[in-house]
Nanobody, 111 residues
Framework: QVQLVESGGGVVQAGGSLRLTCTAS????????MGWYRQAPGKQHELVATIRSTGTTNYGDSVKGRFTISKDNAKNTIYLQMNSLKPEDTAVYYC?????WGQGTQVTVSS
């Protein structure tokens, strides 16, 4: 059973930055896709970003140009660099790979 452990969430003012980290309990090199989703109170899960084994990335429309997903296969870790944060980015952010989810990390952006 793969475990995904997120860290890096917190409280930040609008316009600020945070970097989320997700470390897997096993190698991610063979994972076709990994990524980040988020869920705000009262809303459905929303795609934030994904990264394929080839390095190809995909972003949700609301974060394009502000967020960057990356990975380090040697560390079994993916990252989400979040810049120019907005209050509407407030949510629990979940690390994901097919059939597995992390426990989530809270990101709160104050206005």
């Amino acid at each position: 059973q793969v475990q995904l452990v997120e860290s890096g969430g917190g409280v930040v003012q609008a316009g600020g930055s945070l970097r989320l980290t997700c470390t897997a309990s096993e190698s991610i090199a063979s994972s076709l896709t990994m990524g980040w989703y988020r869920q705000a109170p009262g809303k459905q899960h929303e795609l934030v970003a994904t990264i394929r084994s080839t390095g190809t990335t995909n972003y949700g429309d609301s974060v394009k140009g502000r967020f960057t997903i990356s990975k380090d296969n040697a560390k079994n870790t993916i990252y989400l660099q979040m810049n120019s944060l907005k209050p509407e980015d407030t949510a629990v952010y979940y690390c994901w790979r097919p059939t597995h989810w992390g426990q989530g990390t809270q990101v709160t952006v104050s206005s």
